[in-house]
């Protein structure tokens, strides 16, 4: 198979998950590597990102109302994208055991927007930001924290295992960041800690409200059904049968033997989740976190 080929098959069958994680790092490159050929041309090197990023004045994001989800994909250096990709990714293993993937995006895109709304209302309310010049939010970080803080919220005694630390419930987590984040609003980069806290509150909000039965987002999943497309795989796995062959005197016969009914995926599938709960998912053998992974992406 050629390259070609093989990045093309990895992204088909590539989760949600990672195919957002590399639309981000795609874009850091592309921009990165712009902004280095600039330098070196002595070129101008930010009216692309100046129409991408989202502005705390309302007049400005009038003229680019795009920048609403677009800041979302820019990110201010290597540790800003590494911890936010990284977050996401582990999250992101998390959340598709107990929602489908157009609910991962669901919440991330509304997590960007909820977090940019925070943002703009937080400098343009608080007498602390009135003498702020020009500010501009960037960064996938009010996606993330409503993934993480969604996930957490379903599943808040759900442990798992840290390095140096050992076995810790995910809501411990998920809450150490967001405290983490109201701590640091008067150290500096208050606008992003407030972006934060606004996809954190969405994540927290919207997980509430699915347990009740009620879908606020389900227009907004309706509206960009197109484009969470994109990000869905284009072709589905064929179901694999096995092909038994039984001897009776000279002539074979074959039968096909389905996979296993929806109860017996469904035990197994319990049976995980109660041995994640009990001792973390690093206790998982690697067939049954590949069991649970196929499972969150078939749901």
Same mark, same amino acid.
Do not use: C
């Given at each position: ?16 998950? #990672?195919?957002? @994680? /590399?639309?981000?790092? &795609? ?10 050929? /600039? ?5 101008? =090197? ?12 309302? +007049? ?10 677009? $800041? ?14 990284? @977050?996401?990714?582990?999250? +992101?293993? $998390?959340?598709?055991?107990? *929602? ?13 927007? @909820? +977090? ?16 702020? %010049? ?7 970080? /009010? +996606? ?14 759900? !442990?798992? !295992?840290?390095?140096?630390? %050992? ?12 405290? @983490? ?18 996809? &954190?509150?969405? %994540? ?6 699915? =347990?009740?039965?009620?879908?606020? /987002? ?18 589905? &796995? ?25 109860? #017996? ?14 001792? %973390? ?6 067939? #049954?976190?590949? *069991? ?8």
């Amino acid at each position: 198979m050629k390259p070609l080929d093989k990045l093309k098959f990895k992204m088909q069958t590539a989760s949600v998950v #990672e195919k957002l @994680i /590399a639309v981000n790092v &795609a874009v850091f490159i592309f921009f990165f590597i712009f902004k280095t050929i /600039a330098f070196l041309f002595n070129l101008p =090197s930010d009216f692309i990102t100046e129409w991408l990023v989202f502005p705390k004045e309302i +007049g400005e994001y009038i003229f680019k109302p795009w920048s609403i989800i677009t $800041y979302s994909f820019l990110h201010s250096g290597i540790w800003h994208i590494l911890s936010n990709m990284l @977050i996401l990714y582990y999250a +992101g293993i $998390y959340f598709l055991t107990y *929602f489908s993937s157009k609910k991962l995006l669901t919440f991330y895109f509304l997590g960007v927007i @909820i +977090g940019a709304l925070v943002y703009m209302l937080s400098y343009n309310l608080f007498p602390a930001f009135a003498a702020t %010049g020009n500010s501009y939010l960037v960064g996938a970080s /009010a +996606g993330v924290m409503a993934v993480l803080v969604g996930v957490a919220t379903k599943v808040p005694e759900m !442990r798992i !295992r840290l390095m140096f630390i %050992g076995s810790i419930k995910f809501w411990y987590i998920a809450a150490f960041l967001v405290v @983490i984040d109201i701590i640091q609003i008067p150290f500096g980069n208050a606008g992003g800690h407030f972006a934060h806290l606004g996809g &954190a509150l969405f %994540g927290y909000m919207y997980t509430k409200q699915l =347990s009740k039965g009620n879908d606020i /987002a389900s227009g907004f999943e309706n509206f960009m059904n197109g484009f969470f497309n994109l990000f869905n795989n284009t072709q589905k &796995a064929k179901p694999t049968m096995k092909t038994v062959y039984k001897k009776t005197g000279s002539s074979p016969f074959k039968t096909n033997v389905a996979s296993i009914n929806k109860d #017996e995926k469904q035990q197994k599938i319990d049976a995980i989740l109660d041995k994640i709960s009990t001792s %973390g998912y690093d206790s998982l053998t690697k067939q #049954e976190k590949d *069991f649970l992974f196929q499972a969150g992406k078939d749901n």
